[in-house]
């Protein structure tokens, strides 16, 4: 695929999104169908009480068009990339039942956690049983054991890391435009290894969810006129996931998306060290609003996150590539 080829996909979801989404914003705030911010957050982020949500939904739609047009065209309809849809699309309809039941009741709390778990694994079995059919080999490399090839312990693996980066990159969407920003970081991170390893359906895939988020970006960027919702940050975590794996890049998540592994460490060590000292590590969490309490901007955190985001990733490439 040519350079000038991989400008369409991006081009295409990009225009999709910005010609959609004002339309939508309209919708929203017409039905008066806007976020309630959860009463634990910072006291000031209640003023964006009532600001549209779910705008997830319109870079979705924009991705799966742009991906299979452009699949078409570069005769690319492979079942990597279908699954990669499936995935986005299955996420995405989790995240939008959440959103729904919080936006039509008005309260803080969606789906019960048994539930999103339940769709979460069942996305992440039919995903595995397709790329197995595809004879994809289920080989993982583990620290100071060496490679692992036994298709059991790889679809335990898949199955957390699909479920696991798709809550991080949700736990992380709490500040105007840091997921778009730091999403489009690592999507374009692995397109650049999709190129490199000549996996065009990867490629495109990769191409379509950065033409999206930017055209959501510059909605989303504070003072954000629409959240992207869980529809928007499970779908892009779930897919996240699914290109590391298609690529067999499963490690390099931790470093492509450090930001996000980092948001959830954050959670994870302020309710352990609470459950067992009574103490917080950190003034609040995830750690994007310890930096709030702080005194920092949402454009300096975002600005700061998406810096480490591009530095971690560019090491990612110089020594692994």
């Given at each position: 695929?040519?350079?000038?080829?991989m400008?369409?996909?991006?081009?295409?979801?990009?225009?999709?999104?910005?010609?959609?989404?004002?339309?939508?914003?309209?919708?929203?705030?017409?039905?008066?169908?806007?976020?309630t911010?959860?009463?634990?957050g910072?006291k000031?982020?209640?003023?964006?009480s009532?600001?549209?949500?779910?705008?997830g939904?319109?870079?979705?739609?924009?991705?799966?068009?742009?991906?299979?047009?452009?699949?078409?065209?570069?005769?690319?309809?492979?079942m990597?990339?279908?699954?990669?849809?499936?995935?986005?699309?299955?996420y995405?309809?989790?995240?939008f039942?959440?959103?729904?039941?919080?936006?039509?009741?008005h309260?803080?709390?969606?789906?019960?956690?048994?539930?999103?778990?339940l769709?979460?694994?069942?996305?992440?079995?039919?995903?595995?049983?397709?790329?197995?059919?595809e004879?994809?080999?289920?080989?993982?490399p583990?620290?100071?054991?060496?490679?692992?090839?036994?298709?059991?312990?790889?679809?335990?693996?898949?199955?957390?890391?699909?479920?696991?980066?798709?809550n991080?990159?949700?736990?992380?969407d709490?500040?105007?435009?840091?997921?778009?920003g730091?999403?489009?970081?690592?999507?374009?991170?692995?397109?650049?290894?999709?190129?490199?390893e000549?996996?065009?359906?990867?490629?495109?895939?990769?191409?379509?969810?950065i033409?999206?988020?930017?055209?959501?970006?510059?909605?989303?960027?504070?003072?954000?006129?629409?959240?992207?919702?869980?529809v928007?940050?499970?779908?892009?975590g779930?897919?996240?996931?699914?290109?590391?794996?298609?690529?067999?890049?499963e490690?390099?998540?931790?470093?492509?998306?450090?930001?996000?592994v980092?948001?959830?460490?954050?959670?994870?060590?302020?309710?352990a060290?609470?459950?067992?000292?009574?103490?917080?590590?950190?003034?609040?969490?995830?750690?994007?609003?310890?930096?709030?309490?702080?005194?920092?901007?949402e454009?300096?955190?975002?600005?700061?996150?998406?810096?480490?985001?591009?530095?971690?990733?560019?090491?990612y490439?110089?020594?692994?590539?």
């Amino acid at each position: 695929m040519q350079f000038a080829q991989m400008i369409i996909p991006i081009a295409s979801a990009f225009v999709i999104t910005v010609l959609i989404l004002p339309l939508f914003i309209g919708y929203m705030r017409m039905n008066k169908e806007g976020q309630t911010i959860r009463e634990e957050g910072p006291k000031w982020h209640e003023k964006k009480s009532g600001t549209p949500t779910m705008g997830g939904l319109v870079f979705i739609i924009a991705i799966i068009i742009s991906a299979i047009w452009v699949g078409v065209w570069q005769h690319q309809l492979s079942m990597a990339l279908f699954m990669a849809l499936f995935i986005l699309v299955l996420y995405g309809a989790l995240g939008f039942a959440d959103d729904f039941i919080k936006v039509s009741m008005h309260r803080n709390l969606g789906l019960r956690a048994w539930q999103k778990m339940l769709g979460q694994i069942v996305g992440a079995a039919v995903f595995l049983i397709a790329l197995f059919h595809e004879g994809f080999k289920p080989t993982v490399p583990v620290p100071f054991i060496g490679t692992v090839n036994s298709t059991w312990f790889y679809v335990l693996f898949a199955a957390v890391w699909l479920i696991g980066f798709s809550n991080a990159v949700n736990l992380t969407d709490g500040l105007d435009g840091l997921v778009a920003g730091q999403a489009t970081i690592a999507f374009g991170t692995y397109a650049i290894i999709a190129a490199h390893e000549q996996r065009v359906d990867v490629l495109i895939i990769c191409l379509s969810v950065i033409g999206g988020l930017l055209g959501f970006l510059i909605y989303n960027h504070k003072p954000a006129k629409i959240f992207m919702g869980d529809v928007g940050s499970l779908a892009l975590g779930g897919m996240l996931a699914a290109v590391s794996l298609m690529l067999h890049r499963e490690w390099s998540l931790l470093l492509i998306g450090i930001i996000f592994v980092c948001e959830t460490a954050s959670v994870i060590l302020q309710v352990a060290s609470f459950k067992l000292t009574g103490k917080r590590l950190f003034k609040m969490s995830p750690i994007h609003h310890h930096f709030e309490m702080l005194g920092w901007s949402e454009w300096r955190i975002d600005i700061t996150f998406w810096i480490v985001g591009a530095l971690a990733s560019g090491l990612y490439l110089a020594v692994c590539m």
